[in-house]
Every structure is written in structure tokens, then in C-alpha cells.
């Protein structure tokens, strides 16, 4: 039986774009392609320290400076009532103090900080504080970004057993950064292609996989292709890449994707 709990259905994600370039360009660019999707109990907003020409051009309602400690504040106040929040941001290194603040803002609100990063990320995981990253190109990164902030949305709120909630995301990022990995495909056997497709994105991006401690993904696809063997059947192939990880996973019940499959894998 597939069902939801009234607590997903209510989830409350937050997104941050952060503008890190002199023009228009990355978190700003990812935000207005979101709100484009009119993603249900999302909220959006945009942050750029260099030109407010650039806030201009983004769609979210909520534009911040974070010029000094009151802009600061005046976000955190905007970010309380988060269940979970986004921070998008393109090219760290070009503008990293607008990111690191924006970080430091979202930590105070004591929910998980999932940070996407796009273009290169070396080193910048010691001056910006997250619960859980993850890596993408900077070619077609709006695209992508919404792609997966669409996804951990749906991951959430439509029916499925068993659940992926916000709380089982929360207990499995905490006191440790964890890494997060997205696939999406379509056609015969695209669970299993959709999850190997997470999985050498998180492989990636993680120094020694095989040290990984807990694993938890979802699977959203059309109720046909959903079943317990299947999860099981897919704990199995992660646990021949990190023997040592405890694995839970979620189901999300979309039939509008026919024979498309949405996977997103958490490790720590």
C-alpha cells in the first residue's frame, strides 16, 4: 500500500540562489529555472553582494545584499519555519564570501543545509559550513540543480512506502557532512541504471567510498517499477561498494513518468 504521511505533504524547502560572478549568471540562473517548475511549498531566494542589477533579473521575491550584520539577520529571520534548505551557487571560488555567509546564515536555523556547488569546489569545503554536498558541472547547472531540487521535493511529498521524510535526512547528516548523488533515466532496467548513475556521481566526489558508514536513497518512478525485492536488490549493489554502510531507502509513486526513474543516494 502506498500512502503519505500530512507532515510530507506540508514540508517546508527553502532555496538560496547566490550569484558569485560580476554578471547574471549560476545560483541566480538555477533559482528563476525553479520557479519556472512552481514547485509545491518552495520558497526562494536570491543573494548577490557585487551588483543589484543582477537581484534584478532573479524572479524569487526575497532579495538580500549581506552587506552587513543586519542583511545577515534580516535572512536568518526569512529562513526560520525551514524544514530544509538549498544553498545553489556556481564557480565558489569567484565570489566564496557571499557563499559562506549565506551558509553561515542557514546553519542557524538548525535544519539540514544541502549545498550545490557547481564548477570547481577544491578546497572550499573549509570555509563554507553544509549538512550534505553536492557536485555539479557548470555547464547546464540551472538545469541540473532544478532537476535535483525537483526531485528531493517529490522524494518527499508524494505517496510511497516506505517514506523518505526530512527527519530520516536529518538524523543521517548529523555531526557529519554527507554527499549526495543524482541519477535519471528511462527505458529497460532504468532503476538499476538510474541508481548506478547516482552511484559514480557520489563516487566522484568521495575520497573512499568503501569507508562509507550510511547510505540512504529513493527511487521515484511509476508504481510498476516499485517493489521491496527491487530496493533490496539495489541495497545489495551498494553494499558491494561500502560494505561497512547501513542502508535504508524510499519509494515515491509518480505515474506521470511512465518508464522514467528518479534516483537520489545520500552517504556519509
Same mark, same amino acid.
Given at each position: 500500500?502506498?500512502?503519505?504521511?500530512?507532515?510530507?505533504?506540508?514540508?517546508?524547502?527553502?532555496?538560496? $540562489?547566490?550569484?558569485?560572478?560580476?554578471? !547574471?549568471?549560476?545560483?541566480? #540562473? +538555477?533559482?528563476?529555472?525553479? &520557479?519556472? =517548475? @512552481? %514547485?509545491?511549498?518552495?520558497?526562494?531566494?536570491?543573494?548577490?553582494?557585487?551588483?543589484?542589477?543582477?537581484?534584478? $533579473?532573479?524572479?524569487?521575491?526575497?532579495? !538580500?545584499?549581506?552587506?552587513? #550584520? +543586519?542583511?545577515?539577520?534580516? &535572512?536568518? =529571520? @526569512? %529562513?526560520?519555519?525551514?524544514?530544509?534548505?538549498?544553498?545553489?551557487?556556481?564557480?565558489?571560488?569567484?565570489?566564496?564570501?557571499?557563499?559562506?555567509?549565506?551558509?553561515?546564515?542557514?546553519?542557524?536555523?538548525?535544519?539540514?543545509?544541502?549545498?550545490?556547488?557547481?564548477?570547481?569546489?577544491?578546497?572550499?569545503?573549509?570555509?563554507?559550513?553544509?549538512?550534505?554536498?553536492?557536485?555539479?558541472?557548470?555547464?547546464?547547472?540551472?538545469?541540473?540543480?532544478?532537476?535535483?531540487?525537483?526531485?528531493?521535493?517529490?522524494?518527499?511529498?508524494?505517496?510511497?512506502?516506505?517514506?523518505?521524510?526530512?527527519?530520516?535526512?536529518?538524523?543521517?547528516?548529523?555531526?557529519?557532512?554527507?554527499?549526495?548523488?543524482?541519477?535519471?533515466?528511462?527505458?529497460?532496467?532504468?532503476?538499476?541504471?538510474?541508481?548506478?548513475?547516482?552511484?559514480?556521481?557520489?563516487?566522484?566526489?568521495?575520497?573512499?567510498?568503501?569507508?562509507?558508514?550510511?547510505?540512504?536513497?529513493?527511487?521515484?518512478?511509476?508504481?510498476?517499477?516499485l517493489s521491496l525485492e527491487e530496493g533490496q536488490k539495489l541495497s545489495k549493489l551498494f553494499k558491494r561498494?561500502?560494505?561497512?554502510?547501513?542502508?535504508?531507502?524510499?519509494?515515491?509513486?509518480?505515474?506521470?513518468?511512465?518508464?522514467?526513474?528518479?534516483?537520489?543516494?545520500?552517504?556519509?
Amino acid at each position: 500500500m502506498f500512502e503519505n504521511s500530512i507532515d510530507n505533504l506540508f514540508v517546508k524547502v527553502k532555496v538560496i $540562489g547566490v550569484n558569485t560572478k560580476e554578471n !547574471f549568471s549560476g545560483g541566480l #540562473a +538555477a533559482v528563476n529555472q525553479m &520557479l519556472e =517548475e @512552481n %514547485l509545491s511549498g518552495v520558497n526562494y531566494f536570491a543573494v548577490d553582494r557585487q551588483d543589484i542589477k543582477n537581484l534584478d $533579473g532573479c524572479k524569487a521575491i526575497h532579495k !538580500f545584499r549581506l552587506l552587513d #550584520a +543586519a542583511d545577515e539577520e534580516n &535572512l536568518v =529571520e @526569512n %529562513l526560520r519555519g525551514a524544514d530544509l534548505i538549498f544553498i545553489v551557487a556556481d564557480e565558489v571560488w569567484e565570489n566564496i564570501k557571499a557563499v559562506a555567509l549565506t551558509a553561515h546564515c542557514a546553519k542557524k536555523i538548525g535544519v539540514p543545509v544541502i549545498f550545490m556547488a557547481g564548477g570547481n569546489f577544491e578546497d572550499a569545503e573549509d570555509e563554507i559550513i553544509f549538512d550534505a554536498l553536492i557536485k555539479l558541472p557548470s555547464k547546464n547547472f540551472e538545469f541540473d540543480s532544478c532537476k535535483v531540487v525537483k526531485n528531493f521535493v517529490e522524494s518527499v511529498t508524494l505517496p510511497g512506502q516506505p517514506k523518505l521524510d526530512v527527519k530520516r535526512i536529518s538524523e543521517l547528516v548529523k555531526d557529519s557532512a554527507a554527499v549526495m548523488g543524482y541519477g535519471e533515466r528511462d527505458g529497460k532496467n532504468a532503476v538499476v541504471k538510474a541508481a548506478k548513475a547516482a552511484l559514480e556521481h557520489v563516487e566522484n566526489n568521495t575520497e573512499n567510498f568503501k569507508a562509507v558508514t550510511k547510505i540512504l536513497f529513493n527511487v521515484t518512478a511509476a508504481k510498476g517499477n516499485l517493489s521491496l525485492e527491487e530496493g533490496q536488490k539495489l541495497s545489495k549493489l551498494f553494499k558491494r561498494h561500502a560494505p561497512k554502510a547501513e542502508i535504508s531507502f524510499g519509494f515515491s509513486i509518480d505515474d506521470w513518468l511512465v518508464d522514467k526513474v528518479k534516483f537520489l543516494l545520500l552517504a556519509t
